[in-house]
């Protein structure tokens, strides 16, 4: 937690005024007591109005200022944990947005929105109390029990008597209940997961009825999460009656003992009145203390979750990468993977020893089974993985060697789900390139076949998307996301089985449309329909991550068991001779 304190850096001024005024109005409440004694001892004693009335004055007066010293420092208390918190949200938003895939697998989304708002909340209430009570509290007990020492010695045994009593029933209760936050705040990222995946999915959930199952799913899961802050909730009530109890038990020693020293003369009335005020004042400060003590344990927990993240080393980093200015000679490949091997982790390669060269304007195809290999084979090129073995080569420079802006700017990516944000399609086209005209969007989405919906609707360009696309059709929303990759004219074109929730026709004037491009784009199809890619100038095949074969739909055909397999599960005979 300590490692966030750099986050106070702007807030310097905050957080030192901020205790010195909260430490002087525990200053004046440590001398009200003293006061009250004196009026007692003197003022009604003697039967002096005027001296009560003086002194009550000043003790209004001590009050008042006391309340403004306290608004001061909230001020202040508010301002730096608000900043704190904006400061740290933005880092780690910042960080976030660096991570590679495989660090935001591991992590899981739903832990990391839990993390940059809850946990971030639980830090910025610790600089709060930090400001406002760390010092207080611990001042109101020491002042109080010196406050004591100084009005009688022997009477502030009695404090210290208390005081100990209450550091064990402290200690007894932290250490048993402080254990439970850290599983207390791994429940809540659960019920975010929860949550989350019922909101995005609540359409198949419903078309499925499975909201019963889900919502026994949230249940369980709330009930955990009932269970251990219940567990937490009964230890830590038993915290308030004892130490009202230990300290009730003090106030009770101090009129016993201190009746019997003022029958003696040793003690004035006023004077165990103030011991009495100085014991309650322990009390209530203790009580900040175990408030503290939870508090602080919380953010500890959050700050270890926080500092995760923003200690979090991007498996894929660009960091010293220089801008590459490559030969793009037809000599050299645009795309050439050689040897390459890459696992997600599990025991065995996701991808194996593939070896494979794309010549600049190819149109090549990528087809295999489900779980092939195709999707991680394709997020190799745009870096979203690092090859573990081999290298990955974009006009013949290593694509760890560009700088990661220069390498995906050349790259026009749609991803296997169409994901559009909210805003209208012009902000949508907009993506890859901030500048593009009209004109420009208006080509895109001919080729992409988004034409004609775009140009009935009677906003045009500035047709509502909300958000992720729910009010257009799967196929719409497809064709809108190859338009958005089209604009500002890629140098590769990747397709990640892109076409899927196209009709036949659809897909195949796409095809004829890309085919105009020309050799301008180097276009990669992932598809798991053979007639999408049955005119490529190169298919590879995939099978359990392994190439199993690279040629034309004719010599595959011929010659690769695999292709043609897929293709005879597929295409009638005369669509496999036929062009
Ligand atoms: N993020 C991930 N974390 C762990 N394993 C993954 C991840 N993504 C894919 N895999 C695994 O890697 C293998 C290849 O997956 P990939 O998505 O590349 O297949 P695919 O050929 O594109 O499949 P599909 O046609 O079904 O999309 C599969 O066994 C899959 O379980």
Not at 162 to 167: L, P, R, S, W, Y
Not at 252 to 262: D, E, L, R, S
Not at 527 to 544: M, P
């Amino acid at each position: 937690m300590w490692k966030l304190v750099k986050y106070l850096k702007n807030y310097k001024k905050e957080v030192i005024l901020g205790p010195i005024f909260k430490l002087a109005e525990a200053v004046l409440e440590l001398i009200a007591p003293l006061i009250m004694a004196d009026i007692i001892d003197t003022g009604i004693k003697n039967a002096d109005a005027d001296y009560v009335l003086r002194m009550g004055g000043i003790m209004i007066l001590i009050a008042a200022i006391g309340l403004v010293c306290a608004l001061i420092c909230q001020y202040f208390a508010a301002k730096a944990s608000q900043g704190f918190g904006t400061d740290l949200r933005n880092e780690m938003f910042a960080r976030i947005s660096a991570l590679s895939h495989a660090e935001i697998d591991a992590v899981g989304t739903p832990s990391l929105i839990t993390r940059i708002t809850n946990d971030v909340n639980q830090l910025q209430v610790a600089v709060a109390m930090l400001i406002r009570l760390v010092i207080r509290a611990p001042f109101l007990v020491i002042g109080a029990t010196v406050m004591a020492v100084l009005i009688d010695w022997k009477m502030s045994l009695i404090f210290v008597a208390a005081a100990a009593g209450i550091a064990v029933i402290l200690y007894q209760i932290m250490s048993r209940s402080v254990p439970f936050y850290k599983t207390i705040q791994k429940l809540l990222d659960r019920i975010s997961l929860i949550t989350r995946e019922n909101l995005s999915g609540v359409r198949v959930i419903r078309a499925f009825s499975k909201q019963e199952t889900e919502q026994e799913r949230f249940e369980e899961g709330a009930d955990d999460l009932k269970r251990a802050s219940l567990r937490v909730g009964k230890i830590s009530a038993l915290l308030n009656p004892l130490t009202y109890l230990t300290v009730n038990i003090g106030i009770i020693a101090i009129i016993w003992f201190g009746g019997g020293a003022v029958n003696t003369g040793m003690l004035e009335q006023g004077e165990i009145v103030a011991l009495v005020q100085y014991m309650t004042q322990i009390l209530l400060a203790l009580i900040v203390v175990a408030n503290l003590i939870v508090i602080f344990t919380k953010a500890s927990a959050s700050g270890v979750r926080v500092n995760e993240i923003l200690e979090m080393q991007a498996a894929v980093s660009d960091t010293g990468n220089r801008e590459k200015h490559p030969q793009k000679t037809d000599a050299v490949p645009k795309i050439e993977f050689q040897n390459v091997s890459f696992s997600y982790g599990g025991d065995e390669m996701d991808l194996e020893d593939v070896s494979v060269k794309i010549m600049r304007g190819q149109t090549v195809g990528v087809i295999g089974g489900t779980g092939s290999g195709k999707t991680t084979f394709v997020n190799l090129i745009p870096r979203f993985y690092d090859a573990a073995r081999g290298r990955v080569l974009v006009d013949g420079e290593d694509v760890r060697d560009y700088p990661l802006k220069q390498l995906r700017g050349q790259i026009g990516i749609v991803p296997q789900q169409a994901v559009l944000f909210s805003g209208t399609v012009r902000d949508n086209m907009r993506w890859r390139d901030r500048e593009a005209t009209d004109e420009e969007i208006w080509e895109a989405l001919r080729t992409a076949q988004a034409y004609d919906f775009v140009k009935r609707s009677p906003e045009k360009l500035g047709m509502p998307i909300l958000q992720g696309g729910k009010n257009l059709s799967g196929g719409q929303r497809q064709r809108l996301t190859i338009a958005r990759a089209l604009v500002g004219r890629p140098e590769i074109l990747i397709l990640d089985d892109s076409a899927s929730a196209l009709d036949f026709a659809t897909d195949a004037a796409l095809r004829k449309a890309l085919r105009e491009y020309g050799r301008e784009i180097t276009v990669l199809m992932v598809s798991q329909r053979a007639a999408t890619l049955r005119n490529a100038d190169k298919i590879i095949v995939l099978s359990d991550g392994r190439a199993v074969g690279i040629g034309t739909h004719e010599e595959l055909f011929e010659a690769n068991e695999v292709y043609r397999e897929i293709c005879l599960s597929q295409l009638s005979e005369s669509e496999v001779k036929g062009k």
